[in-house]
């Protein structure tokens, strides 16, 4: 095949690659992560030594953890802080004891930054009942989800350069492909070959 048909379909199949490419990542949902931080204390009335004593042990923190990330308390927060709709349906909220420490990290993700710090605030600002532990322990918010969201995942300019590479070894092997079909055109027979003899 020729050599101007064979770039100029690797051309066109490149570019095709590309618009694909950049239309993906043009769609792609944005994400944003925030995160605040709850302190598990024992209460006033507790003995201190026992509480304190049963809360280094960290099956408190991460039964508190659990608790927190639990639908019946980020349900109710995510509505008192105004999270409704789309937002709230898209908005999700982890909860996970910092080794070595009484300290839960609460994290949301959600389609924006301001819902995912609000998102964060509203359960660490909880203040659910844990049977059994309630009685001795108490959560108290010690950092907010403001100041902390964050776009997720990979970023558009890392992804757009990505998308053009692509494009380029598409076009490349459509190329060498392209060379493989055989052309249609007869072969020329070399000149005086198929004269009359004499």
């Known amino acids: 095949m020729p050599r101007r048909t064979v770039r100029g379909v690797s051309i066109v199949v490149g570019v095709l690659a590309l618009l694909v490419g950049l239309y993906v990542v043009g769609k792609r949902e944005k ?5 605040a931080t709850v302190a598990i204390t024992p209460v006033v009335t507790a003995k201190p030594a026992v509480a ?3 809360l280094a042990g960290g099956d408190v923190v991460a039964t508190f953890a659990e608790v927190f990330s639990g639908s019946e308390v980020v349900r109710p927060a995510l509505l008192a ?3 409704e709709g789309p937002d709230r349906g898209a908005t999700r ?3 996970e004891p910092i080794p070595n420490s009484t300290v839960i990290r609460i994290e949301a993700t959600a389609p ?15 203040k659910p ?4 532990l309630s009685a001795v322990y108490e959560p108290h918010l010690v950092r907010r989800g403001a100041g902390t969201g964050e776009k997720t995942g990979t970023s558009t300019t890392v992804l757009r350069l990505e998308a053009l590479i692509v494009a380029v070894v ?24 198929g004269a009359a003899q004499p």
């Open 129 to 132: 009942r844990v049977e059994g």
């Open 52 to 54: 304190v004593e049963a």
């Open 112 to 126: 924006s930054k301001a819902v995912a710090e609000r998102a964060a605030t509203a359960v660490a600002a909880a």
């Open 81 to 83: 802080a105004k999270i």
């Open 31 to 35: 994400r944003y992560h925030a995160e």
């Open 170 to 193: 598409i076009a490349l092997l459509t190329a060498a492909l392209v060379r493989r079909i055989p052309s249609a055109e007869p072969p020329v027979a070399p000149a005086g070959e």
């Open 93 to 95: 909220v982890s909860a």
